[in-house]
């Protein structure tokens, strides 16, 4: 069974970082695209980028770009998701999501981000 | 990029009616298209892929078509766990996915 479980929710304050995780199981994590998906609080989704573990080949979205960086671990079959420096305006919900064949087919639980002084 | 608009921002339905949702885009995405349903709390579920094919699982009320710049999502007969935000999303401009701004399916 495929699965994608995320770490849990974070409160930080401005300007802390913060690594946020998805643990992929149940098919081969070098041979799809893990892509990130932002939602912002009571809006839709945002395309932040996507990321192929097998070689690490990194696509950003432009609106995020220098804002947050993806990674991946293949040996422990997870991606990542980081900020050096965290705003309030980066409060939200980021979710990790397998790119199949067939879009987005497996989603993770979604992790969510609270920066507030 | 590839710009969605989805029509309408909400759509009033009452169980057991037809939903009819539309999904626009700036440019050609010929059948490159999926459906998505969120639910409140939860994380968004794949409906529909390739424009017109139903993900595993999913109820043959759930129907779509389109192709190009022109596409419709229709549930036949809403039930009760239909109410739900809808996205479509792009997937022919690599490695820009966009996201259409969701329709809100509620109840009459």
Known sequence: ?117 | EIVLTQSPDTLSVSPGERATLSCRASHSVSNFLAWYQQKPGQAPRLLIYRASTRATGIPARFSASGSGTEFTLTISSLQSEDFAIYYCQQYKNWPLFTFGGGTKVEIK
């Open chain 1, 1 to 117: 069974e495929v699965q994608l479980v995320q770490s849990g929710a974070e409160v930080k304050k401005p300007g802390e970082s913060l690594k946020i995780s998805c643990r992929a199981s149940g098919y081969r994590f070098s041979s799809y695209w893990i892509a990130w998906v932002r939602q912002m609080p009571g809006k839709g989704l945002e395309w932040m980028g996507i990321i192929f573990p097998g070689d690490s080949d990194i696509k950003y979205s432009p609106s995020f770009e220098g804002q947050v960086t993806i990674s991946a671990d293949e040996s422990a079959t997870t991606a990542f998701l980081q900020w050096n420096s965290l705003k309030a305006s980066d409060t939200a919900i980021y979710y990790c999501a397998r790119l199949g064949q067939l879009a987005l087919d497996y989603w993770g639980q979604g992790a969510l981000v609270t920066v507030s002084s």
